[in-house]
């Protein structure tokens, strides 16, 4: 069954950088769109930033772009999302999510998330 | 971006009873080869999101069928027929045509009265 279990969640300050992972199982990762979704506390949800299966493709939301950046490694069935510049509206729970073959339409599975705060 | 709207954004519902929701997109979802691209998800307390509906009216791996979709264009519709305690939670929809970016409704939470 699919599998996704991300990590690298905590407290950062501002400013400061933090690295995501995302361990993938269960199906044929590089074959897949992938993104992440984040989730402020009590707040709705928030799609931010997508790679191809090959990599090849890449976009972000503009509330991220300069400051993260996304990567995966086939090879180990793994997505990451590298994180800096962080700021406190970066506060949120960070949720990898599987896609489909061809495009990122939408996202069928979901990690259980990892927590990100920002603050001094 | 596309603005997705979704009405009510709370209701409370006996359980036996059915329950609607409804998604407006800021621009038509019906893309060129013939899908909309639509889709539903429910968030229960303390779980991360889970797909329920794909392509407007097609239910996930797994989703019970008194939970169905319907709509075409920018209207569209979560039905759930009679609903149980385990239907709790906060409902999305999402559009995946105009990207980037893929963006959310709001959420409508629905509880047992």
């Known amino acids: 069954q699919v599998q996704l279990v991300e990590s690298g969640g905590g407290l950062v300050k501002p400013g400061g950088s933090l690295r995501l992972s995302c361990a993938a199982s269960?199906?044929?990762?590089?074959?897949?769109?992938m993104s992440w979704i984040r989730q402020a506390p009590g707040k709705g949800l928030e799609w931010v930033s997508y790679?191809?299966?090959?990599?090849?493709?890449?976009y972000y939301a503009d509330s991220v772009k300069g400051r993260f950046t996304i990567s995966r490694d086939n090879a180990k069935n793994s997505l990451y999302l590298q994180m800096n510049s962080l700021r406190a509206e970066d506060t949120a729970v960070y949720y990898c999510a599987s896609g489909d073959k061809n495009g990122p339409y939408y996202f069928d599975y979901w990690g259980q998330g990892t927590l990100v705060t920002v603050s001094s | 971006d596309i603005v997705m709207t979704q009405t009510p954004l709370s209701l409370s519902v006996t359980p036996g009873q059915p329950a609607s929701i409804s998604c407006k997109s800021s621009q038509s979802l019906l893309h060129s080869d013939g899908k909309t691209y639509l889709y539903w998800y429910l968030q229960k307390p303390g779980q991360s999101p889970q797909l329920l509906i794909y392509e407007v009216s097609s239910r996930f791996s797994g989703v019970p069928d008194r939970f169905s979709g319907s709509g075409s264009g920018t209207d569209f519709t979560l039905k759930i027929s009679r609903v149980e305690a385990e239907d709790v939670g906060v409902y999305y929809c999402?559009?995946?045509?105009?990207?980037?970016?893929?963006?959310f409704g709001q959420g409508t939470k629905l509880e047992i009265k």
């Open positions: 269960g199906f044929t990762f590089s074959d897949y769109y």
């Open positions: 790679i191809s299966g090959s990599g090849s493709t890449i």
């Open positions: 999402l559009q995946g045509i105009h990207l980037p970016p893929n963006t």
